[in-house]
């Protein structure tokens, strides 16, 4: 049994694991600034750019995931080496869509065919870190948009009244006292963030579903040491424990960073601690 | 001028590559005995030592790379890999969208893999994967078809009772029927694959004919057979 479960490919089950977290570690901050640069732009007082922001908000939002996923990620890498195609190769005279074929000369592929594989997979997962950071870029911009609204007006007026520019009232004044409107939107969405990290399976990334439904498959002896019947069930079992426990451990840390966010601010939690100190 | 000098150096860095070229190998990797992950998580069976000997004989550098099957056409087609070496039959529809080199094997009969031998699979409920010239045929044959993205799901499917049959090629069903008793194979047949190919992009027949040269020496000097013989694939040329 240790043996069984010490296999290099369930090596691969374990790295995969660490693929999930990577993935997680990385798009957390980066989809908090595209929300935040999301949300600036939404409520930017020049109208074109407030377009532009309010527009990314509502057209992600309103996309199914997948269907942003599996759109979005070929149309990048397409255009990727498109571009590179028309800096790299300008003499080719071939066209780039030939019937099915999306062609374009070798020294164009990205990466290029003669990269080590870790290179390719490497490429693949930083499109899949941006895809997400954008869809979930804009549930953060609206979160964010909503909770810098949130900041009692009195609270800027009085800023601008003490002689602050605008930007200095924003950034001193507003933004410390957002978060706390904020994070319950961004708590949840963190969470939805980790379930939804199975996408990656959709993108072609081995993750751990991939690796779940590889190994819990049937069997054969004549092709392992290792045959047995379908145990999918317990692999997906595992994977159910790990992200229960996963969300559980994320609750317990976003409760106490609410405390800690509310103390000295003038809302209900802050106005309790104030009373349970004094 | 620095850049003018760094861009021709990886110009002529790049074409000095382009000698040995780099071929990327796409496959399914769950269909025993054509393609497999063995357990050293590597790609493993008929056709990663058909495809080692080919690359081989072409002068290729060949990598590995899974993809899962339902995607498999159009990520040749949108260049993420540039062959298919995945137990794909030709057909009719596929050609319309990729190339096939000549058949490696023969053309395999298709086999119901059942629980009893009284199984209606003409009127009953028959599994196959996805995509596959089983689902196809079970589609115009009357019976219901139930689809599924793995080889390994229709298996599961017939023991869970969803199914009463499994379509799918002989060689992958026969080690199963044979490691299981309370599964079996019916003695009916369905000859509907073309033999097996490489898929490639219409707009490679340069590689196209590289791996159908090579696929001509083996045929020639019996180390096909050999190999089809090794994974009990069917019969040899």
Redesign the interface.
Known sequence: MSCYLT???H??FYTAFGTVLLLLAITAPASLLFGFGGAMLARHRIAPLSWIGKGYIAIVRGVPDIAFFLFFV?AL??GI?WVKHKV?CSDWDQPIR???????C??A?VP???SA?WI?ESYAFGTAVLTFAIVFGAFAANVLFGAMRAVPRPQIETAEAYGMSHRQAFWRVMVPQMWVYALPGLSNLWMVLIKATPLLFLL?I?DIVYWA??MG??K????????HG?W?MWYFLALLVFYLAFTRVSEIVLDRLMVRLSRGQATAAGEAQRRADA | MKNLVLSTAI?AL?AG??TAQ???MGTE??Y??YN??????EV??FERELGDELCKRAEL?C?W????WD?IIP?L???NY?TIIAGMSITEDRAQ??DFTQGYTQPDPSGYLVMSADADVKGGVVAAQTGTIQAAFIAESGATLVEFA?P??T??AL?SGEADAVLADDAYLQ??A??NDDLMMLEQQEMIGGGVGMGL???DDELRAKFDAAIDSMKADGSLNALIAKWEIGPGF
């Open positions: 296999t290099p490919k090596m691969n070929i890498d397409q080496e790299v030939q019937g099915n074929d999306f062609v374009v070798a020294q592929k290029l065919a003669t594989e390719h072609g081995e439904r590889e498959g049937s054969t002896a004549r092709f392992t040491d290792y045959p379908d999918r | 110009l790049s590559l382009a780099t071929v990327r990797g769950a025993p005995p497999f992950i063995n357990d050293a998580g493993d069976g550098d990598q790379v899974t993809n899962d995607s990520n087609v949108s260049g540039d969208v990729i793995t390994d799901e298996v599961s023991r080690p199963i044979d490691e992009r219409q707009s």
